[in-house]
Structure formats: C-alpha cells, structure tokens
C-alpha cells in the first residue's frame, strides 16, 4: 500500500498560481488511480479531480475545469495539481488520496495523505 505525503500549499492572492505536490511511497505508484480533494472549514470533504494510473484520463469537477490540471510522474511517484486564478472559495485544505479504481466519492478512497493548506486573499 503506497503513503502519501503533500506539499506545495501556502497563502496567496486572489488571481495567483499554485502547484501542489503528492509523493507516494512503494513500487506500485502507477496501479493507482489518484484523486484530489479538499476540505474548508466547517464544509464536508469534497472532489477536486482525478487522474488514471497511467495520467491518460482526468476528471475535474465543474468549479475547478479550466483553473486545475492534474498530472503525474510516474517516474517520480509523484501526482501534481497546478492550480492557476485562484478564487478566496479555493481556500481549503487540500489532500491527495489513492485507490486502485477509478472514483469521486471521497468515502471511497483508501490511502490519504495528511493535507497541505491553501489559502487565496481577496
């Protein structure tokens, strides 16, 4: 089973890019469908986006398509959301998660990392 670790969040102003980063450990990174999610306070957990094993497929929800891309470096173990004009409503934690089937629900996922904060001003 892989684990993940984020980074890349931080405090930035309405209409800036940011990118974020997911390392998983183990050997068998590219098995797993990657999925992104966050959470505001006081708001359930909610779908970002998703990328497939090999990152030929992604799925966003409709608040993020045209901002967010995911990607992935299978070489690397790594999973990326490049988040560009960002809105004070990105304001969230951010958490990256992995199954080995392709889902949105966040109850379905099995492996989590631990979150990395981002914060957009107005």
């Known amino acids: 089973q892989v684990q993940l670790v984020e980074s890349g969040g931080g405090l930035v102003q309405a209409g800036a890019s940011l990118r974020l980063s997911c390392a998983a450990s183990?050997?068998?990174?590219?098995?797993?469908?990657m999925g992104w999610f966050r959470q505001a306070p006081g708001k359930e957990r909610e779908f970002v986006g998703v990328?497939?094993?090999?990152?030929?497929?992604?799925y966003y929800t409709d608040s993020v398509k045209g901002r967010f891309t995911i990607s992935r470096d299978n070489a690397k173990n790594t999973v990326y959301l490049q988040m560009t004009s960002l809105k004070p409503e990105d304001t969230a934690v951010y958490y990256c998660?992995?199954?080995?089937?392709?889902?949105?629900?966040?109850?379905?996922?099995?492996?989590w990392g631990q979150g990395t904060q981002v914060t957009v001003s107005s």
């Open positions: 998660a992995a199954s080995r089937y392709w889902k949105i629900n966040p109850r379905e996922y099995d492996v």
């Open positions: 183990g050997r068998t990174f590219s098995n797993y469908v």
């Open positions: 990328i497939s094993g090999s990152g030929s497929s992604t």
